[in-house]
């Protein structure tokens, strides 16, 4: 078999092998839901990411919205990040063992989940590979169309995760110390950066006529995440993140900074690295700066290494990747792989366990993520089903989080419910002109204490739906409630919740203090 058609069939299995390692019992994940309500209000952007992602979750719904059809984009993705590093390895002179060793950290590493999940990562990995790849063939044979390439590939990271703004200036760090004159001095390099903004500038303007949500945004993860994150803890994770390939990546990044010709390359992972830890960017942010240092690693060990090292590298990334498969992918039932998991501490000694709250839980949140959404849905269902027919043409059904909205919406056509609305992220902005005309609120929260709050006093009648009793949930616990009759006073408490809610989302909004509504806890009505 030629080289060539190896990176072909690597990158099919790359492409195949997700959809042989999940468990049919996990369900979408809470993100996922997002992602594929967006698609039902497309825009050039989003209050959490850039609109790219939206393209393909408008096509997974119009495929059914099932679950090969959400899985089969991050797996293209991952797919395509091969086939680029392994083109690289090939115009680096790297043969068959190369190949294999560059495709091991798809395997082996925290990028089988980040190519699995539906979620902006999988393309901002991409988009990151193919600026430098298109960069580093510029550098090779000076064909202006690799500069376009660029241009375009750092247009569409954008409009994929904003991330990509780290990597771009950490390259062009790197062009201007090593002072590459053979692009910063090519005209075609400033058409191409023109290129780019074109892309994203229907997102810019849609940023600024909606006052700028990324800061809101950027502040709530800040609040509720990044403040929690320190450098070594991110610099550790970089270890972590590919241990069982790190020969390779080291070796790259050894080499690039030993050659001239690619020495922007090295540049462009350290600035871009260190950036990430003074932004107190979250550790998997940086993953897109890998790729091409795995190309450069696989092609000069080939060149170095005997047999002997070549066999015991590849049996070593082989080993600790399939220790490692259980930890980046559900491949048990829940009950199975918690109890997996308290018979391999592994999981807990590496933090896999760890949520948003710094507590150990018994799956890894992103597993957590994938449960009892449709079970929530059928207990909505239930609630929605005791209504006679004049109080359902009046009920509100509302969710506290995403998640919650997205999941009634996603599997609410089958149980004949009407369509959920929440205050929590891009929903905001889908809210109906008269959400505050309902005589019936059907509400899902994930606040366990809702029913002692002062507001219920305001409705008629209330009775509790019931809960989510999956204990490997998330979602565990979280409420459905069933309110009849609100007041006026719990009609206009609620108007302005969602006002304020919207006020907030803008930039000037995030960064002053906003008097707290009555729905709010520690409100009053009066």
């Known amino acids: 078999m030629k080289p060539k058609y190896l990176v072909y069939l690597l990158a099919l299995v790359k492409l195949i092998l997700p959809f042989f390692l999940q468990n049919s019992a996990w369900e979408p994940h809470r993100d996922e839901f997002l992602y594929l309500a967006e698609a039902r ?23 059914g919205g099932a679950m090969w059809a959400i899985r089969i984009w991050p797996a293209l993705a991952g797919a395509l990040t091969y086939f680029l590093v392994g083109r690289l390895v090939l115009h680096l002179g ?15 590493g925290a990028w089988l989940r980040m190519q699995f999940l539906f979620q902006p990562n999988c393309l901002d990995i991409l988009c990151w590979t193919a600026l430098a790849y298109a960069l580093i063939r510029y550098k090779q044979n000076e064909k202006p169309v690799h500069l376009y390439a660029a241009g375009f590939s750092l247009g569409l990271g954008l409009l994929a995760k904003y991330t990509m703004a780290f990597y ?27 290129l780019s903004i074109l892309l994203i500038l229907p997102n810019l303007l849609w940023e600024v006529r909606h006052g700028f949500p990324i800061v809101y945004h950027m502040k709530t993860l800040q609040d509720s995440q990044l403040q929690y994150l ?47 830890v003074i932004g107190h960017g979250k550790s998997y942010y940086s993953q897109g700066a890998y790729p091409v240092l795995f190309a450069f690693g696989a092609a000069r060990l080939e060149a170095w290494a005997n047999q002997w090292w070549k066999m015991g590298m590849l049996a070593f990334s082989l080993f600790i990747g399939i220790r490692l498969v259980p930890l980046e992918l559900p491949f048990r039932a829940p009950a199975q792989l918690a109890e ?13 366990l760890r949520w948003e709250d710094q507590q150990d839980h018994a799956l890894p949140q992103d597993f957590a ?24 043409a009046h009920t509100f059904l509302f969710c506290d989080n995403y998640g919650e909205a997205g999941a009634v919406n996603y599997y609410g056509p089958k149980y004949h419910l009407p369509p959920a609305y929440s205050d ?41 739906i019931d809960s989510i009793a999956n204990p490997y949930s998330r979602e565990y616990g979280s409420l459905i409630i069933l309110m009849k009759g609100p007041s006026n ?4 408490a609620f108007r302005e919740k969602i006002e304020k809610d919207k006020m907030k989302t803008t930039a000037q909004g995030a960064l002053q203090t906003i008097k707290p509504n009555p729905l709010d806890e520690g409100g009053e009505l009066h």
Do not use: C
């Open 41 to 63: 209000h497309m825009a050039w952007g989003y209050m959490e990411a850039p609109p790219l992602l939206s393209v393909f979750a408008w096509l997974t719904n119009l495929l």
């Open 94 to 108: 790297g043969r068959w063992f190369a190949l294999v060793l560059a495709w091991m950290p798809f395997f082996a």
């Open 168 to 194: 771009a200036t950490g390259l062009l760090a790197g062009l201007l110390l090593t002072w590459d004159k053979k692009i910063l001095a090519n005209r075609h390099f400033y058409y191409s950066i023109g």
């Open 230 to 276: 320190n450098p070594w803890s991110f610099l550790a994770d970089q270890a972590l993140y590919n241990v069982a390939t790190i020969f390779t990546w080291v070796t790259g990044l050894i080499w690039v900074m030993r050659v001239k010709e690619y020495r922007f390359i090295a540049w462009a992972f350290v600035v871009s690295l260190t950036l990430l």
């Open 340 to 352: 997996y998991y308290v018979r391999h501490p592994l999981a807990r000694k590496v933090g896999v």
């Open 369 to 392: 993520d994938m449960l009892s959404w449709e079970q929530m849905t059928q207990k909505v269902a239930v609630g929605y089903a005791s209504l006679d027919s004049a109080e359902k």
């Open 424 to 464: 929590n992220a891009s929903f905001l902005y889908w809210m109906p002109e008269n959400y505050d005309q309902f005589d019936v609120l059907l509400l899902v929260t994930d606040d366990k204490q809702e029913m002692q709050h002062r507001f219920i006093k305001e409705f008629k009648e209330v009775r509790l």
């Open 489 to 492: 006073l719990m009609r206009q």
